[in-house]
């Protein structure tokens, strides 16, 4: 499978407790997107990566959330100290950017996380 | 304000009957503009791609079409089937950097 590849694919854990989720992008892809989607909402952007550098983060992304690519493949999102609030489905993408324009947009299946 | 607008939120139709759906943006400067199709508890699933120079954009049974100037665009969906069931999602790419901002999606049901 050369897909967009996201684990784990749900994850329910208790408010407090620290989560990981991994995604694995298209393997020549050189951003890496992630997005927060909650019921009903189009997906909010967190942050991007073009290779390993982040470039972006949106103000949605508190300190208690942190993203890594490192070596400018796979990527890994943490989130901290859960709280009931970030239960959400999140997405990553990949894509080619080349001269400002960035190609076709592949999305994994999402990683559904659950805060009790 | 850079905000995509969809209509409707959401939509029920029957089988084999057409529809249009709606994205209305105030992103600028415009780079492209995005159809996606998500289908419940999956990924969104990339149907077209258009930029500024190009009004319509086909993808078998799906046909968007885009007007820069009013900057309106919309999804047309020919002789719909069950499995057109789905959340249609508008991104819309900003300016040199490529910012794309998404459409909370139009949530479409088709009935036998």
């Known amino acids: 499978d050369t897909g967009v590849s996201q684990n784990p694919r749900h994850k329910i854990t208790k408010r407090g407790q620290n989560v990981t989720f991994r995604c694995d992008p298209i393997?020549?892809?050189?951003?890496l997107y992630w997005y927060r989607q909650t019921l009903g909402q189009g997906p909010e952007f967190l942050t991007y990566f073009q290779n390993e550098a982040q470039l972006e983060k949106s103000r949605l992304l508190s300190d208690r959330f942190s993203a890594e690519r490192p070596k400018g493949s796979f990527s890994t999102l943490e989130i901290q100290r859960t709280e009931q609030g970030d239960s959400a489905m999140y997405l990553c993408?990949?894509?080619?950017?080349?001269?400002?324009?960035?190609?076709?947009?592949?999305f994994g299946e999402g990683s559904r996380l659950t805060v009790l | 304000k850079n905000q995509v607008e969809q209509s409707p939120q959401s939509l029920i139709i029957l089988e084999g009957k057409n529809c249009t759906l709606q994205c209305n943006y105030t992103v600028s400067p415009f780079s492209n503009l995005r159809w996606y199709k998500q289908d419940t508890g999956r990924g969104p699933v990339s149907l077209t791609i258009m930029t500024f120079s190009e009004n319509t954009k086909s993808n078998g049974r799906y046909t968007a079409t885009l007007d820069a100037d009013t900057k309106q665009s919309s999804l047309h969906i020919t002789a719909s089937q069950l499995s057109d069931s789905a959340s249609y999602i508008c991104?819309?790419?900003?300016?040199?950097?490529?910012?794309?901002?998404f459409g909370a999606g139009t949530r479409l049901t088709v009935k036998p």
């Open positions: 991104v819309v790419s900003r300016g040199v950097f490529d910012d794309m901002r």
């Open positions: 393997s020549e892809h050189n951003r």
């Open positions: 993408a990949s894509s080619f950017y080349r001269d400002y324009y960035t190609g076709e947009l592949f």
